[in-house]
């Protein structure tokens, strides 16, 4: 068993933001590509997540960390219901903001 993480890369950047166009950009690369494919990566889109499933048999589906970062943002933010997210970024920091 391999303990090296599995090497990540950008692949390209489909065109249209629906779960079609990743699913024909999936279909163009060929069976080979797909089932190569062990982890994909992707943004909360359903559409994405349908394609994957569709398209790559074995891979897992896992959330890219900007969006798992920005969820858990958005969840604190209403936990602590904090409506100006410049004002719990700069408590955070233990800053204060200036008069305007």
């Known amino acids: 068993m391999s303990t090296a993480a599995p090497r990540a890369r ?5 065109p249209e933001r ?3 166009a990743y ?18 990566t992707l ?8 394609a ?3 398209q790559l048999d074995d891979a ?5 960390a900007f969006h798992v970062v920005k969820v858990r943002h958005e969840a604190l933010c209403v936990r602590m219901e ?8 700069v408590a955070a920091a233990g800053l204060k903001l200036r008069a305007a």
């Not at 943004?43 to 349908?50: A, Q, S, T």
Request: charged letters at 30%; aromatic letters at 8%; a neutral charge.
């Open 23 to 40: 699913k024909t950009w999936l279909t163009e690369r060929g069976q080979a590509f797909r089932d190569g494919v062990q982890i994909a």
């Open 82 to 89: 904090v409506r100006d997210l410049h004002r719990l970024v």
């Open 10 to 14: 950008l692949l390209d950047l489909v």
């Open 60 to 64: 897992r589906a896992v959330l890219d």
């Open 18 to 20: 629906s779960g079609q």
């Open 52 to 54: 994957i499933d569709d």
């Open 43 to 50: 943004d909360p889109f359903r559409g994405y997540k349908n």
